[in-house]
């Protein structure tokens, strides 16, 4: 019984505020013309009978009233078809929670599990380094070899002697170039922090949806 009354005063606070910006935008949109109307009649009881006002100016102030409620009308159309926007991703994104994905980052979080990725090589390299940095500073390398493309890389922390917490990771081929790293995840959870779309992603944590390369299924726990 508790959860229904929560839920249908929810209900009704989410209509209260759509209902108060709809006024609050009509409002402002009367308000608008009401002014228009009273400079309009103000002008024509105050010029010279002998010489009246260019007509011209009558039509272009309404040509600019007409501007005004258009971009009005057009800036809260573009709020609400933001708002569907934004639902119909938090749904998209919702229904891939528990896939892997690969995900472009440059930063770690090591729980004892191996992790997997690759670098995406700009060109044919020599050789290239994979850095990792802990939160003490102290640096971790391991030598990929040389490779072209997309170059795998799997960290196993046990072996290479990490200690579980945050690093950060960065590929140094022998060119020079600072390739991207992604990495191998599953995606735990998606919500909604103020306006924008999070995903909670294993082994790496926050991420925007922009740094998603990829959904590469359920595999199952």
Same mark, same amino acid.
């Given at each position: 019984m508790?959860?229904?009354n929560?839920?249908?005063?929810?209900?009704f606070g989410?209509?209260?505020?759509a209902n108060?910006?709809?006024?609050?935008?009509q409002?402002?949109t009367?308000?608008?013309k009401?002014?228009?109307?009273?400079?309009l009649?103000?002008?024509?009881?105050?010029?010279d009978?002998l010489?009246p006002?260019?007509?011209?100016a009558y039509?272009n102030?309404?040509s600019q009233? *007409? &501007?005004t409620?258009a #971009? &009005?009308?057009?800036? *809260?159309?573009?709020t609400?078809?933001a708002?569907?926007?934004?639902s119909?991703q938090t749904?998209?994104m919702?229904?891939?929670?528990? *896939?892997?994905v690969?995900?472009?980052?440059?930063?770690?979080k #090591?729980?004892? *599990?191996?992790v997997?990725?690759t670098?995406q090589?700009?060109?044919l390299?020599?050789g290239t380094?994979?850095?990792?940095?802990? %939160?003490d500073?102290k640096q971790?390398?391991?030598?990929?070899?040389?490779?072209?493309?997309?170059?795998p890389f799997?960290?196993?922390?046990?072996a290479l002697? #990490?200690?579980?917490?945050?690093y950060t990771?960065q590929?140094?081929?022998?060119?020079?170039?600072?390739?991207?790293?992604e990495?191998?995840?599953?995606l735990?959870?998606?919500?909604v922090?103020g %306006?924008?779309?999070v995903?909670?992603?294993?082994?790496?944590g926050?991420?925007?949806?922009?740094s998603?390369?990829g959904?590469?299924?359920k595999?199952g726990s």
């Amino acid at each position: 019984m508790v959860t229904t009354n929560s839920t249908t005063n929810s209900q009704f606070g989410g209509t209260a505020a759509a209902n108060a910006d709809k006024v609050s935008t009509q409002a402002a949109t009367s308000a608008n013309k009401d002014m228009f109307t009273k400079l309009l009649v103000a002008q024509i009881q105050n010029q010279d009978p002998l010489s009246p006002q260019d007509p011209t100016a009558y039509v272009n102030q309404l040509s600019q009233l *007409s &501007q005004t409620e258009a #971009l &009005q009308n057009l800036s *809260s159309t573009s709020t609400a078809s933001a708002t569907v926007l934004q639902s119909l991703q938090t749904l998209a994104m919702g229904g891939q929670v528990g *896939s892997d994905v690969t995900v472009a980052t440059n930063t770690l979080k #090591l729980d004892g *599990s191996k992790v997997s990725g690759t670098v995406q090589l700009n060109g044919l390299s020599a050789g290239t380094s994979l850095v990792l940095t802990g %939160t003490d500073g102290k640096q971790h390398t391991i030598d990929l070899g040389p490779g072209t493309g997309a170059q795998p890389f799997t960290i196993d922390p046990d072996a290479l002697g #990490l200690a579980p917490g945050s690093y950060t990771i960065q590929a140094k081929p022998s060119d020079g170039s600072t390739p991207t790293v992604e990495v191998a995840a599953r995606l735990n959870s998606v919500h909604v922090n103020g %306006t924008k779309v999070v995903l909670q992603v294993a082994n790496v944590g926050e991420v925007d949806p922009s740094s998603v390369t990829g959904f590469n299924g359920k595999t199952g726990s």
